[in-house]
Each structure stands twice: as structure tokens, then as C-alpha cells.
């Protein structure tokens, strides 16, 4: 049985940090593009960060330069860093695992930004 389990969120005020993780099982995530989206109410999900296998980290202009997503291969873990919040961060963070033939998702963390 694969899952993804999301820990980390949390209530942050604007300018904080979170670190949010996933912990993977019944799957190695080295074989898989490991991505983390968002989903705010009201809004459809979308894409936060990728860490793809063997490429570079791609991320989503509105969190470039304040995300950082890296992987544990070791650990069977992925992770985002989330640096310099802002309240239009506030959403359910899903941890993402893609691969040729199926795609994973996590139950999701809320993260919520407010002063």
C-alpha cells in the first residue's frame, strides 16, 4: 500500500518559515518526480514545486526564490522549505509522487499565514 504523509503545517505569521515534510512508503521515491501543490479555498489545486528525477527543482513564479523542495533518497522523504510567508500562501499543501504509470497524492497539511 503506498502512502504519502504530509507533517509541518501549521499557523505562521507573514514573513515566517515553515518546513514541511513527506514521508513516503510502499513506493521509492528515487524512481519517482517528487512535486508538492497547493490547494486555497475556493481555488483549484496548483503547482508549488517539483523535484524531478536525475533534473533540476522546477517551482511555480509565485514561490521561486522563497521555496526550496529537496528529497532524501535514503530516507524516502521529500521536502519544502517555505521562507518570507505570505497570507496568499494559506492553503492545504499535497505531496505528489508522479511516475510512468501512476500518481500518488498525500492527505495534505494545512498551512495558514496571518498575523
Known amino acids: 500500500q503506498v502512502q504519502l504523509v504530509e507533517s509541518g503545517g501549521g499557523l505562521v505569521q507573514p514573513g515566517g518559515s515553515l518546513r514541511l515534510s513527506c514521508a513516503v512508503s510502499?513506493?521509492?521515491?528515487?524512481?519517482?518526480?517528487m512535486g508538492w501543490y497547493r490547494q486555497a479555498p475556493g481555488k483549484k489545486r496548483e503547482f508549488i514545486a517539483d523535484?524531478?528525477?536525475?533534473?533540476?527543482?522546477e517551482y511555480a513564479d509565485s514561490v521561486k526564490g522563497r521555496f526550496t523542495v529537496s528529497r532524501d533518497n535514503t530516507k524516502n522523504e521529500v521536502y519544502l522549505q517555505m521562507n518570507n510567508l505570505k497570507p496568499e500562501d494559506t492553503a492545504v499543501y499535497y505531496c505528489?509522487?508522479?511516475?510512468?504509470?501512476?500518481?500518488?497524492w498525500g492527505q495534505g497539511t494545512q498551512v495558514t499565514v496571518s498575523s
Open positions: 505528489n509522487a508522479a511516475g510512468r504509470t501512476n500518481t500518488f
Open positions: 510502499g513506493i521509492y521515491v528515487i524512481a519517482y518526480d
Open positions: 523535484s524531478p528525477t536525475g533534473a533540476r527543482p
